[in-house]
């Protein structure tokens, strides 16, 4: 669970239809004034596990082999996540996919998730599965805008694209990857269209970067001249 | 006149463009190929010509409305990737859902496995060069496309699942028109069969091509029948049960060679696995409400969660986070199979011929809707 209370509580709102704070728009009695999105959220809740949660055996394993390397163990409706520092990724990740009791020899996933008011913006996680022991785990890394991650392609060739994927929507810089190039946007886009300042509409950076290159665009009517 | 051989006969490596306009791609994939006379020396696969943002578009839908989306991600198997999301925010909201809307929500996944394994085949065997199974494919998915569209009112995105449960229940005699129709496909996946399975041509065109073995299709991250073409024993099915599959018997059906033929074996064998479990849930279906308790506004406490469900196409994976007051989710990601699978084209494709190219891109069963979202 987590640990700081939340202004969009349900209870207040059933009571109370016009929220006291002007946080929500419900009910649509609230003037439009009350529209004013809500603070972004700082970070997600990473909920630490009970006490009395047994810790599965490959994570008592890492712990003991990598004690420093670990931030923090997070439990949320059955998953597991290790949090652990951008410089000790590698180290993790070889130890999770090499040891007996982790075996995790499948990527499932690798993504990212952007959280801009906080200092070290960007979560990368990696989801795990091992087609032996059939378990998962998650790693989260967090990395400001101007760090880097260093590739897991080594490890899980898997990771390639997924690691192009989220160095093409989110703009986190990996180091040491294959074939680090855009992958769904075009080669010549600027900007990460996933990162939460991008806009959901319109051409996106372009515009506020350079409006004069964004305005060429708009007015190019042959499409080879775009290429 | 000069006695220098015209430049019709040198022996440079030749670069060609396959897609995004082509028909044997399944929709606009890219392969860039450089060839030695025939043979596929080193490929490129360019995707993202389709790509709408939809991970982007959910950030700003509330939950409810990204079912809707979710539909066009993998337009030909809608009903799976309805089911991964909505089993992934129940997860995450921690609903329990009725014991029949997970037996309506197995059989609908089956059917649509059934639906989309009959435009694979179809598709894939026509690239190769047989056209009657395509006619014949087709004609069955046809059938379950009325049982769809009998269902939930339409044939293609069928927005066939809620949150805690389904819109519907199944209509009257829909339960007796489903048995029928696995008694139809019984026969007709013989059909293909004859037409296919000892076929010489068939054999040669899909015998030792794009063999991968267990250890690098892992490696890959290659997923679904590809996965288990290879001899990988991995289904999300039997692995992490979801809906109700673990109430029902089925096989997992493995391939020794991890060639396009044994792919294609795995695919007709899971016609009838699917059939199979179809059949139980229709038998055993129980009676009670399709919509668990579910609040009117959808909002889940704050957390993340990765759920994964085998669609048609392999591990479909929805990994959710919620900032827990908004009603809308913080982030969305889909671990999409065609993706993940296209990414060992290139691997299974060097070495071999171009006309090979065509067979290995169906092999692995691609919708690039899934692929670029």
Redesign the interface.
């Known amino acids: 669970?987590?640990d700081e209370p939340?202004?969009?509580d349900?209870k207040v709102e059933k009571s109370n239809p016009v929220a006291p704070k002007p946080?929500?728009a419900v009910a649509p009695t609230s003037k439009p004034a009350a529209k004013t999105p809500?603070e972004a959220?700082k970070g997600?809740?990473d909920?630490l596990p009970a006490d009395d949660l047994e810790r599965p055996p490959f994570l008592v394993a890492l712990q003991t082999a990598l004690p420093d390397a670990v931030e923090q163990f997070s439990y949320?409706?059955?998953?597991w996540t290790v949090i652990v520092r951008p410089v000790s990724l590698l180290e993790v990740a070889r130890f999770l996919k090499e040891s007996d009791e982790g075996s995790f020899?499948?990527?499932?996933?690798v993504?990212a998730?952007?959280w801009p008011p906080r200092e070290k913006r960007f979560d990368v996680?990696y989801?795990l599965y091992s087609?032996r022991r059939?378990h998962?785990v998650?790693i989260k890394v967090r990395v400001a805008e101007d760090e880097t991650v260093p590739s897991v392609a080594d490890l899980?060739?898997?990771?390639?694209?997924?690691e192009r994927e989220v160095w093409d929507?989110f703009g986190v810089a990996i180091t040491g990857h294959p074939d680090l190039r855009?992958?769904?946007?075009?080669e010549n886009w600027q900007g990460h269209?996933?990162r939460k300042d991008?806009p959901?509409e319109g051409p996106g950076e372009l515009l506020f970067e350079s409006p004069m290159e964004w305005l060429r665009l708009r007015n190019l009517t042959d499409e080879t001249e775009i290429e | 006149m000069s006695n220098e051989p015209a430049p019709i006969f040198d022996t440079d490596e030749l670069v060609i463009n396959m897609g995004p306009q082509h028909p044997s791609t399944h929709g606009v994939l890219r392969i860039v190929l450089r060839l030695d006379g025939e043979r596929v020396r080193d490929a490129d696969v360019v995707?993202?010509y389709i790509?709408r943002?939809i991970?982007?578009?959910t950030e700003?839908r509330d939950w409810t409305q990204i079912i809707l989306l979710t539909d066009r991600m993998d337009y030909v198997a809608a009903a799976s990737s309805n089911l991964g999301y909505c089993e992934t925010v129940e997860?995450?909201m921690?609903v329990e859902v009725p014991r029949r809307a997970k037996y309506i929500r197995t059989i609908l996944a089956e059917l649509q496995r059934v639906a989309s394994h009959c435009l694979w085949l179809g598709t894939h065997a026509m690239d190769i060069g047989a056209m009657t199974v395509f006619l014949y494919a087709f004609r069955e998915r046809e059938l379950i496309l009325d049982l769809f569209e009998e269902y939930c009112g339409a044939r293609l995105t069928y927005n066939s699942m809620r949150i805690g449960g389904l819109p519907l229940d199944i209509p009257t005699g829909w339960d007796r028109k489903v048995r029928a129709f696995c008694d139809v496909m019984d026969s007709k996946i013989q059909e293909y069969e004859e037409l296919l399975t000892n076929n010489r041509i068939w054999l040669e065109r899909t015998r030792g091509i794009g063999v991968i073995s267990g250890q690098e299709a892992?490696?890959?991250?290659l997923c679904g029948p590809p996965l288990r073409g290879s001899g990988?024993?991995?289904d999300v099915r039997k692995?992490?049960p979801y809906a109700a599959y673990d109430e029902f018997d089925f096989d997992v059906p493995l391939g020794t060679n991890g060639d396009t033929y044994d792919r294609y074996l795995i695919r007709l064998e899971e016609f009838r696995q699917s059939l199979r479990i179809v059949r139980q849930a229709i038998d055993g279906l129980p009676d009670g409400p399709v919509m668990g308790k579910v609040?009117r506004?959808i909002?889940p406490?704050?957390?993340?969660?990765?759920h994964?469900i085998e669609s048609p196409k392999g591990?479909l994976?929805y990994?959710i986070?919620s900032?827990?007051?908004?009603t809308n989710p913080?982030?969305l990601?889909v671990?999409p199979p065609s993706?993940?699978n296209?990414?060992g084209l290139k691997p299974l494709v060097i070495g071999h011929l171009v006309a090979d190219v065509v067979a290995l891109i169906g092999t692995i069963d691609i919708v690039l809707g899934e692929v670029?979202?």
């Open positions: 669970m987590a939340r202004p969009g349900s946080a929500r809500p959220p997600p809740s909920p949320w409706v059955g998953d020899d499948y990527c499932s996933d993504t998730s952007d996680i989801c087609t059939r998962r998650r899980w060739p898997a990771a390639n694209w997924l929507m855009r992958i769904l946007m075009p269209p996933q991008y959901l | 995707v993202g790509h943002g991970e982007k578009l700003n997860k995450l921690e892992t490696a890959l991250g990988v024993y991995r692995d992490e609040p506004l909002k406490k704050a957390g993340e969660t990765y994964a591990e994976g990994f986070v900032d827990g007051r908004s913080y982030r990601r671990r993706f993940c296209l990414q670029d979202r």
